[in-house]
């Protein structure tokens, strides 16, 4: 089975603090995703990976930036916290086009 | 832009009844995927059923099954013989048949199953 994992599931962090999100798949996917969810909003892209030191902005990578050093790992950087990025934030991976994204388990952040 | 339309924010069932969740999209490709995700209650998302829009026959995955209307932009869920277990969130997702992977989700239903 695939497994993503996400370094935290709860994070409380202050307004202006800079918060890294680390996810890991061990699958050898391509494709890298972040994504973060509001009640009522679904799941919004903020950012996606294809391949290793590859990125592209999703709809909503204001505020945001990423990593992609190692192909198994893509984190999500959020240079200078706000309230409103208190939010759950998912991370996913997929291999084959149209085959569907594995999810990791999420983390849950509060800026405070 | 695609969209995707879930208009039941929320629905509950008995236990062992079937229930179908609703879901319409707009978009002006011809060729793409429609996934259902599932998110129960503090765990991990997972995929549930996903179909080809090229493909005629509905797919199907044990109890799950869907209702592709390509002509109305439909993709409807249906959940037969219900468990406590289907208890979840249920996200609606569309993938346009060519170039990135990103996926345009709905805003979800909340499905919950009275035993």
């Known amino acids: 089975d695939v497994k993503v994992t996400q370094s935290s599931r709860y994070l409380v962090k202050r307004t202006g603090e800079k918060v890294f999100l680390e996810c890991v798949q061990d699958m050898d996917h391509e494709n890298m995703f972040w994504y973060r969810q509001d009640p009522g909003l679904g799941l919004r892209l903020i950012y996606f990976?294809?391949?290793?030191?590859?990125?592209e902005k999703g709809d909503i990578p204001e505020g945001y930036s990423v990593s992609r050093e190692k192909k198994e790992r893509f984190s999500l950087i959020l240079e200078s916290a706000s309230t409103n990025q208190t939010s759950m934030y998912l991370c996913a991976s997929s291999l084959d086009f149209g085959q569907g994204q594995y999810f990791g388990p999420g983390t849950r952040l509060l800026v405070l | 832009a695609q969209t995707v339309t879930q208009s039941q924010p929320e629905m509950s069932v008995q236990e062992a009844e079937t229930v179908t969740l609703s879901c319409t999209y707009d978009?002006?490709?011809?060729?793409?995927?429609l996934f259902w995700y599932k998110q129960p209650p503090s765990r991990q998302m997972i995929l549930v059923i996903r179909?080809?829009?090229?493909?005629?026959q509905n797919a199907t995955e044990n109890r799950f099954s869907v209702n592709f209307q390509k002509a109305a932009k439909s993709f409807s869920l249906k959940i037969s013989d219900s468990q406590l277990g289907d208890t979840a969130m249920y996200f609606c997702?569309?993938?346009?048949?060519?170039?990135?992977?990103?996926?345009?989700f709905g805003t979800g239903t909340r499905l919950t199953i009275i035993p």
């Open positions: 997702a569309f993938l346009r048949g060519f170039g990135n992977e990103k996926l345009t």
């Open positions: 990976s294809y391949d290793v030191k590859m990125k």
């Open positions: 179909q080809e829009a090229y493909k005629q």
């Open positions: 978009t002006s490709e011809n060729n793409y995927y």
